[in-house]
């Protein structure tokens, strides 16, 4: 059953937030799912969470996995961010270079992906695989790596220099690495990285942890066979994003300004 008819209030607001109008109203006006969902639900699970009363389970299809309001954690008002504190917490993270020799606990990393996990994705397709560092000596081999192929492609000559003295500017001596990989042939797997990596960044800087892009290895990954064997990326995947994280070794104290974000207002 998808709406229990007990409970339910014929609200209409499940009906309103499928993304595929799926949902119809039977005689009664209860909403229920049309034969069509088997095949098109993408199981982004807005009929359950908009659901005032908690009447509606999504069952298990063919394409989607099923979802109970049990299953759902309950959204707490109390604990809902001002738009204050949201503009300082978005306009406050910055991209972190230097980091404290001390590695981040493997289930506050766990909790990290869980929550970049709730990143928008094309049709909530979620292709986001990540594979992580554990060890300092696992993120450094792979700076390493991504400087021999810089050295010997003759790409920017002026990191390869700073590694020679012991410098690191390709993963600025973090004790992790996070490299988001998906398959090529999907809807949309450069977008969904991005994004899942953005969140990524904005749970570390949640957490009191520092984050910054690693583009050296994410476009070095994605040409060589060596870095791609290492981080075990199977074939038909494309490497789509890639982070460093790690505990800051220092606080930020002020917000550096950006230019005016242009907008073209159409009427
Ligand atoms: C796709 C992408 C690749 C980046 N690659 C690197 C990088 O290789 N090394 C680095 O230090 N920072 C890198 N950055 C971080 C940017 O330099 C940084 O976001 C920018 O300077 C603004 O600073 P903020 O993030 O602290 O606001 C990258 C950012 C993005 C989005």
Redesign the pocket.
């Known amino acids: 059953m998808f709406a229990d008819k007990d409970i339910c209030k014929r609200c209409g607001a499940c009906l309103d937030e499928c993304p595929f109008d799926l949902i119809v109203e039977d005689r009664e006006g209860f909403p229920k799912l049309r034969p069509a969902a088997k095949k098109t639900c993408i199981n982004c699970g807005h009929c359950v969470a908009v659901c005032p009363v908690g009447a509606v389970t999504l069952p298990e299809m063919p394409v989607t996995a099923g979802l109970s309001p049990a299953q759902c954690a309950p959204f707490d008002r109390e604990l809902k961010v001002t738009p204050e504190q949201a503009d300082q917490f978005l306009s406050g ?3 972190v ?1 230097t980091y404290k020799d001390k590695v981040v606990p493997g289930e506050v990393l766990e909790h990290l992906f869980s929550v970049s996990g709730f990143a928008p994705s094309a049709k909530n397709g979620q292709p986001a695989r990540w594979i992580v560092t554990r060890t300092p000596e696992a993120t450094r081999r792979l700076a390493g790596m991504t400087v021999d192929y810089m050295a010997t492609n003759s790409i920017m000559p002026g990191v390869v220099k700073n590694w020679a003295r012991g410098v690191d ?2 993963l ?1 001596g973090a004790p992790h690495v996070a490299v988001a990989h998906a398959p090529e042939d999907g809807f949309n797997p450069a977008e969904d990285c ?1 994004l899942a990596a953005a969140y990524l960044e904005l749970a570390a800087h949640a957490h009191g942890l520092g984050a ?7 476009e070095v990954a994605e040409g060589c066979c060596n870095i791609r064997r290492e981080l075990g990326i199977p074939e038909g995947h494309g490497v789509y ?1 890639a982070l460093i994280l790690g505990y800051p070794k220092y606080r930020y104290k002020r917000i ?1 300004t ?1 230019r005016p974000v242009e907008i073209g207002w159409l009427d």
């Open positions: 993270r910055r991209s270079r500017k390709i600025h991005a910054c892009w690693a583009g050296f290895l994410m994003a550096p950006r």
